[in-house]
Nanobody, 122 residues
Framework: QVQLVESGGGLVQAGGSLRLSCAASGRTFSRYGMGWFRQTPGKERELVARIRSGGTIYYSDFVKGRFTISRDNAKNTVYLQMNSLKPEDTAIYYC????????????????WGQGTQVTVSS
């Protein structure tokens, strides 16, 4: 069992930055694929970025060039640096982990964090 705890959400003006952190329990963090999803009311949870255990990174088109995902296996933590934030980035952001290979949707996720609210004002 893996527990994920996000932090770093909040309110920021458009053009600003936030860094989300996700601390994971367990001794096998380095073997997990990790990712960040987001969700707004009435919409499905969507993939923002993922980083596989081997380090391969994927970004959804709507965050390319603005967001950076990284992981520190020594600290059991994955990060999402969010720059040039836009009002449309407003959502609840969820940390996700998978024992296998994380795909492009939530069906491959084994564990979820509780979510952290990000609000970008115009």
């Amino acid at each position: 069992q893996v527990q994920l705890v996000e932090s770093g959400g909040g309110l920021v003006q458009a053009g600003g930055s936030l860094r989300l952190s996700c601390a994971a329990s367990g001794r096998t963090f380095s073997r997990y694929g990790m990712g960040w999803f987001r969700q707004t009311p009435g919409k499905e949870r969507e993939l923002v970025a993922r980083i596989r255990s081997g380090g391969t990174i994927y970004y959804s088109d709507f965050v390319k060039g603005r967001f950076t995902i990284s992981r520190d296996n020594a600290k059991n933590t994955v990060y999402l640096q969010m720059n040039s934030l836009k009002p449309e980035d407003t959502a609840i952001y969820y940390c996700a982990a998978t024992r296998g290979v994380m795909g492009y949707d939530s069906s491959s996720v084994d564990y979820w964090g509780q979510g952290t609210q990000v609000t970008v004002s115009s």
